[in-house]
Nanobody, 122 residues
Framework: QVQLVESGGGLVQPGGSLKLSCAAS????????MNWYRQAPGKQRELVAAITSGGRTNYADSVKGRFTISRDNAKNSVDLQMNSLKPEDTAVYYC????????????????WGQGTQVTVSS
């Protein structure tokens, strides 16, 4: 079993910055992809940014150029640096790990964190 813990959320003014962090723990052999999703009230959860174990990245069009995702494979952690924040970025942000290989467990699994609130408001 793998657990994810997110941190770094909070209240920030438009144009400000925040850095979200997520650490995975457990009997982890490898993580194929580490992703950030977000969900605003009344809206569907959407993929914000993704990064594979090899360092390939993908971003939602709405955040491209403002957000940067990075990971540390040795620490099983992922960060999301968010700059030039806008009110429409307000949401609960969730860490997601995809294609997890665990010691003693056949195959691969996916896991979700509990989420961290990001509010962009003046």
């Amino acid at each position: 079993q793998v657990q994810l813990v997110e941190s770094g959320g909070g209240l920030v003014q438009p144009g400000g910055s925040l850095k979200l962090s997520c650490a995975a723990s457990g009997s982890i052999l490898s993580l194929y992809a580490m992703n950030w999703y977000r969900q605003a009230p009344g809206k569907q959860r959407e993929l914000v940014a993704a990064i594979t174990s090899g360092g390939r990245t993908n971003y939602a069009d709405s955040v491209k150029g403002r957000f940067t995702i990075s990971r540390d494979n040795a620490k099983n952690s992922v960060d999301l640096q968010m700059n030039s924040l806008k009110p429409e970025d307000t949401a609960v942000y969730y860490c997601n790990v995809e294609g997890v290989r665990e010691r003693g467990v056949p195959g691969r699994r996916d896991y979700w964190g509990q989420g961290t609130q990001v509010t962009v408001s003046s």
